[in-house]
Structure formats: structure tokens, C-alpha cells
């Protein structure tokens, strides 16, 4: 469907980051990202609304509309698997292995 875009604070440190939300299907659309500042997470879900407009809520930090210099820049799809209770990278798959 596309991406949204949404400037939000990190509950941890106050970063800003630019949160590019792939648009999925499903009415309710729950997400996370590591800081790359403080490795707090930062948790939400983002809502399909009945006129196809899109709605984000975190369940931490704000949505700003503070757009700073220099900041962070997160993608993310719910077309790719995520652990919500993740806090690594290790276990969750995909990459490339190394060629030896």
C-alpha cells in the first residue's frame, strides 16, 4: 500500500527518529525499534482507519513534528517477521552468511 512517514521521540532519550511504516493490510499494525542513541525500544502500532487514512500510537515517547539536521532513519514492513520481544538481532534470521 505504501510508507508512512512519522517523526517520534524516543521514550528512552528524547532522540528523534524518522519512522518509515511499511503500510500492511491489517487494521491494527503493532511494530517496534531499537534507539540507535540509548537501545531503548520503541514500541507502537499503527491503525488503518475506515477512510484508508493511517493512525500511529506509541505505547511510549511522542509523535513530533520536529524534523532536527541530523537524526535517525528506521523502516520497517509487517510483511518481514519480527519478535516483538526482541532485543538483539541475534535468532531472528535472514542476512547473509558469511563466505569463508
Same mark, same amino acid.
Given at each position: 500500500m505504501g510508507i508512512v512517514r512519522n517523526s517520534?521521540?524516543?521514550d528512552g532519550c528524547g532522540a528523534t527518529i524518522n519512522l518509515r511504516l511499511g503500510v500492511g493490510l491489517d487494521q491494527e499494525q503493532?511494530?517496534?525499534?531499537?534507539?540507535?542513541k540509548?537501545?531503548?525500544a520503541v514500541r507502537g502500532k499503527l491503525f488503518l482507519t475506515?477512510?484508508?487514512? $493511517? !493512525?500511529?500510537?506509541?505505547d511510549g515517547?511522542?509523535? $513530533? !513534528?520536529?524534523v532536527p539536521g541530523t537524526y535517525q532513519v528506521v523502516t520497517l514492513h509487517?510483511?518481514?517477521?519480527a519478535k516483538t520481544n526482541a532485543d538483539t538481532l541475534d535468532g531472528l534470521g535472514g542476512?547473509?552468511?558469511p563466505v569463508v
Open positions: 517520534v521521540k524516543c503493532p511494530f517496534f525499534c531499537i534507539c540507535a540509548c537501545n531503548a475506515a477512510l484508508g487514512s $493511517t !493512525r500511529l500510537e506509541l515517547g511522542e509523535v $513530533t !513534528r520536529e509487517p510483511d518481514l517477521p542476512g547473509v552468511d
